[in-house]
């Protein structure tokens, strides 16, 4: 395992654990449960492009490319939280040198980059566009490593440098991205309560769809949200007829 996954899984994840019992508060072992991740407590966003002169269509189709990678839109003149840092990274930035600037700051940060943090300009040849994903996919790594790092946040999501070709489809660099947050930085979990009603499960910090089941019943389900820095580890405590209530 390398130093980056190692702090993402350091700073990024934590134990959860879900309760089911039934309606007096009694646990319930061996219950069904799944957990599937919605999305991130950490902020991976994008600056909406000037739409207004695309068509309705286009203008969804941008919005839904858009929608599949990020869970925060913002416009270009939102303003930094009070305590938070705002960090651009510059072209052809050196990888160890910009994370020895992210130690330097205090409280939290907030990175910016577009395509030309990665080399992506305009139109360039096959090996070029590969090397801008590589480029992307580490410094989103980096960034989501970091303990101090808040959010990640894309400007120029669409046109001659961004993530998107003039006609919407996804660049390569896109594409990256959309594994590493849909994908590797991604939690999902399955299993049985234990003897005292419980499943636990390490993941990422986000919001959690959970379903829990007895027998063929049909599923309850319900959000969880799994957050850094709380007291106690996650916890979510889910209520379910039991035979006993019947």
């Given at each position: 395992?390398?130093?980056?996954?190692?702090?993402?899984?350091?700073?990024?994840?934590?134990?959860?654990?879900?309760?089911?019992?039934d309606?007096?508060?009694?646990?319930?072992?061996?219950?069904s449960?799944?957990?599937?991740?919605?999305?991130?407590?950490f902020?991976?966003?994008?600056?909406?492009p000037?739409?207004?002169s695309l068509?309705a269509?286009?203008?969804?189709r941008?919005?839904?490319?858009?929608?599949?990678?990020?869970?925060?839109?913002?416009?270009?003149?939102?303003?930094v939280?009070a305590?938070?840092?705002?960090v651009?990274v510059?072209?052809?930035?050196?990888?160890?040198?910009?994370?020895a600037?992210?130690?330097?700051?205090s409280?939290?940060?907030e990175?910016?980059?577009d395509?030309?943090?990665?080399?992506?300009?305009?139109?360039?040849?096959?090996?070029?566009?590969?090397?801008?994903?590589e480029?992307?996919?580490?410094?989103?790594?980096?960034?989501?490593?970091?303990p101090?790092?808040?959010?990640?946040?894309?400007d120029?999501?669409?046109?001659?440098?961004?993530?998107?070709?003039p006609?919407?489809?996804?660049?390569?660099?896109?594409r990256?991205?959309?594994?590493?947050?849909?994908?590797?930085?991604?939690?999902?979990a399955?299993?049985?309560?234990?003897?005292?009603?419980?499943?636990?499960f390490?993941?990422?910090?986000g919001?959690?769809?959970?379903?829990?089941r007895i027998?063929?019943?049909?599923?309850?389900?319900?959000?969880?949200r799994?957050?850094?820095?709380?007291?106690?580890?996650?916890?979510?405590?889910?209520?379910?007829?039991?035979e006993?209530?019947?």
């Amino acid at each position: 395992m390398t130093r980056i996954q190692q702090q993402i899984e350091q700073h990024r994840q934590g134990e959860a654990c879900i309760e089911i019992c039934d309606s007096t508060g009694r646990p319930l072992a061996g219950i069904s449960v799944w957990a599937e991740q919605e999305s991130h407590e950490f902020t991976f966003g994008c600056v909406e492009p000037d739409l207004r002169s695309l068509s309705a269509d286009d203008r969804e189709r941008c919005r839904a490319r858009m929608a599949e990678l990020f869970n925060r839109v913002d416009t270009a003149d939102r303003s930094v939280d009070a305590g938070t840092s705002r960090v651009s990274v510059p072209a052809a930035a050196n990888l160890g040198q910009f994370r020895a600037e992210l130690d330097r700051h205090s409280g939290a940060i907030e990175i910016w980059l577009d395509g030309s943090s990665i080399g992506l300009t305009g139109e360039i040849d096959a090996a070029a566009e590969r090397r801008a994903a590589e480029r992307a996919a580490e410094l989103y790594s980096l960034g989501f490593a970091h303990p101090a790092v808040a959010g990640i946040i894309w400007d120029r999501f669409s046109g001659d440098s961004g993530l998107l070709r003039p006609d919407f489809a996804p660049r390569l660099a896109y594409r990256y991205l959309h594994k590493l947050i849909g994908t590797i930085w991604h939690s999902r979990a399955d299993g049985v309560t234990d003897s005292g009603g419980q499943f636990r499960f390490r993941s990422f910090f986000g919001d959690y769809r959970v379903a829990a089941r007895i027998g063929d019943r049909p599923a309850v389900t319900t959000m969880f949200r799994h957050r850094r820095g709380a007291c106690l580890p996650g916890k979510l405590t889910m209520m379910l007829r039991s035979e006993r209530d019947r």
